[in-house]
């Protein structure tokens, strides 16, 4: 109880505050460094910094998450003068991605799910306009990506009020000071603290399914044999491949999602699904980036990105960067590591939280 009222009094602070210019942290640093892929930025505003950025750690593509100030006129903010409302920054997480191995639309999909998108003059228990939402986009293509994802969100009822975050061309971003960095880690008794006391963990669990492993239990590996035919066992446990164009889902083009096999965790919507040609079925994006894991595959003699349902530890198939806009990325994915689920069986199945992803 205690932990809870502590959280709920506390703001997005720390009892430090330094005055010095911070660059990025060593580590931050030496992963940019070792990188020799391409990459791109995205920026994101949604209150507290700390919230916004542990979300996005840990996805595979994704190489750095800074928590900083965004879109202000000032130049290098300091926390004090940001968190007092003495700029015109936000406080916000810029994140470095490899767009070959994760999109910008899969960044946005899963920022939506990190706040309060109707919130107007703050966020949570933070008021001001230094803790206001925003999309900050770096180019037209991320704008566009940005203004449909809005649009999809804001027709699916899923909230009582419109989205409020604005979509605002990039102009700066400043990183934080290093206390302020992976703070999730660092402080993990007030973070959480602060995500309940705050009111974020409950509007969060109110308006979003949950994606945890008490849902979506993986079944066990001895046992899969039984549940599964052999082709299913192959692909989903030793990583096979099914014959291209002879799979069950490569032709069907019925409204639906695409299920874990092993776990029941969503993996794909219809909506996302088009004709590639290879002969499997194939998908722009997943429904989210975080129920799947993308290991490099060495196999075979070539070099690819390997996609596995991170709840069912199964291999899915590989995702490769040839694909249609929105994402440049095309989704091959194994029929048989999937069971799909027809739209009007979706809420009897226990998926209805994902119709507004079909329709």
Known sequence: MLTFILGLFMAC?????????QELTEEDSQKLAQFSGKTELATFAGGCFWCVEAPFEDL???ITVISGYA?????NPTYGEVSSGKTSHRESVQITYDPEVISYSELVDIFWQTFDPTDVGGSFYDRGSQYESAIFFHSAEQKRVAEDSKKLLDESGRFEKSIATPIIKYTNFYPAEEYHQDYYKKNPADYYAYRKGSGRDAFIKKHWPELSAEKYPATPKDELKEKLT???YEVTMEDATEYAFQNEYNGNKEEGIYVCIVSGAPLFSSKDKYESGSGWPSFTKPIDARLIDKPIDKSLGMTRVEVRSKLGNSHVGHVFYDGPAPTGLRYCMNSAAM???????????GYGEYLWLVD
Request: hydrophobic content about 25%; overall charge negative; aromatic content about 4%.
């Open 13 to 21: 602070s720390s009892p430090q505050e330094s005055t010095e210019i």
């Open 60 to 62: 595979d593509g994704v």
């Open 71 to 75: 879109g202000g006129k000032e130049k």
């Open 230 to 232: 052999p082709l299913q």
């Open 339 to 349: 069971k799909f689920i027809p739209k009007s069986e979706m809420e009897s199945a």
